[in-house]
């Protein structure tokens, strides 16, 4: 008696579990998962979770030094004598750096300006 009640527990967690697995909507749901090195600027959540990986390390320099100077300036308040410094950064780098580059200003305090934010983010995206 006991070995049928034990097998018919058992034929019913199997029969859930057999159930549970093939129902589904008729799509298949893909996981993408997203990593600092792929985040595009879109996911908002990728970005937060990378900018708050990208605190728990050491600030990343790209021979920008001499921008720490605008820490904690507004974005709109650039001249353009000092939108130019942020573009010959901006233009020494590799496509595939500039998003590391835009979270390493951001962890120092830095604004980007606003006269490059649209060309940096297509850069970035390039």
Not at 55 to 72: C, H, W
Not at 113 to 120: G, L
């Amino acid at each position: 008696m006991i070995i049928l009640v034990i097998s018919i527990i058992v034929l019913g967690i199997i029969a859930a579990l057999i159930a549970k697995l093939s129902k589904h909507d008729g799509e298949e749901k893909i996981t993408v998962v997203e990593t600092c090195a792929t985040c595009n600027g879109t996911n908002d959540k990728c970005e937060q979770d990378c900018m708050m990986e990208a605190a728990t390390k050491d600030i990343v320099y790209y021979d920008d030094e001499e921008l720490d100077a605008f820490s904690g300036r507004p974005s709109d308040s650039y001249t353009d004598e000092e939108v130019e410094q942020f573009s010959e950064v901006l233009y020494t780098m590799r496509h595939e750096e500039i998003a590391d580059w835009c979270r390493s200003l951001t962890l120092r305090g830095i604004n980007l300006p606003d006269q490059i934010k649209d060309e940096t983010f297509m850069l970035r995206e390039g």
